[in-house]
């Protein structure tokens, strides 16, 4: 029998909650330390550090907020432009077939982090799902997230989403 090792994992399933919730976290001098592609005064987006599939975005407004009820109209509309935009720098960079794009709100709805609500992007590719996660719990990732950033940063760094 082969086996593959995924020892970042590792680091996910032992470690305790975040003291500080991820999104509030404002960037230091290295946005890349908490994989921040983009941020503005209302909203932002990330690598996911425990992807789905390569390119995983978390899409967010940047006031702590765990509802959409919340969310301004303004921060509403922001959102769904840096979704879109988001999905566009996916395609020219990763070139997908297809995405996954979507929020579970609350912890009974599967929220990860419930307490700031959040959106995925999740890029998707034919064959990208396939027995490892079912049988042995493990997800083959073809890229670190540090390529993935190196990839992506520079088409996020020319956004300016109004």
């Known amino acids: 029998m082969r086996q593959l090792w995924a020892p970042w994992r590792m680091e996910y399933i032992q470690s305790p909650p975040p003291e500080e919730c991820i999104f509030c976290k404002k960037p230091g001098e290295d946005p890349r330390e908490l994989l921040i592609l983009y941020r503005d005064d209302l909203i932002g987006v990330m690598l ?5 599939s390569n ?7 940047v006031r702590h907020t765990p509802t959409l009820d919340d969310v301004s ?3 509403g509309s922001r959102l769904f432009s840096l979704i879109q935009a988001s999905t566009a720098i996916l395609k020219e960079v990763f070139r997908p077939e297809g995405f996954n794009v979507g929020m579970n709100m609350g912890r009974i709805a599967g929220a990860g982090i419930d307490a700031h609500i959040h959106f995925h992007v999740v890029p998707r590719w034919p064959g990208d799902v ?25 088409s996020f760094q020319k956004l300016s989403i109004t």
């Not at 996911?48 to 789905?52: D, S």
């Not at 390119?55 to 407004?61: D, K, T």
Request: glycine share 2%; aromatic share 12%.
């Open 48 to 52: 996911n550090r425990y992807p789905y």
């Open 55 to 61: 390119g995983h975005l978390l899409i967010y407004p």
């Open 73 to 75: 109209s303004a921060e």
């Open 130 to 154: 396939n027995f490892m996660p079912v049988l042995a719990e493990t997800k083959v990732m073809p890229e670190h997230l540090d390529e993935s950033y190196k990839a992506l940063s520079p």
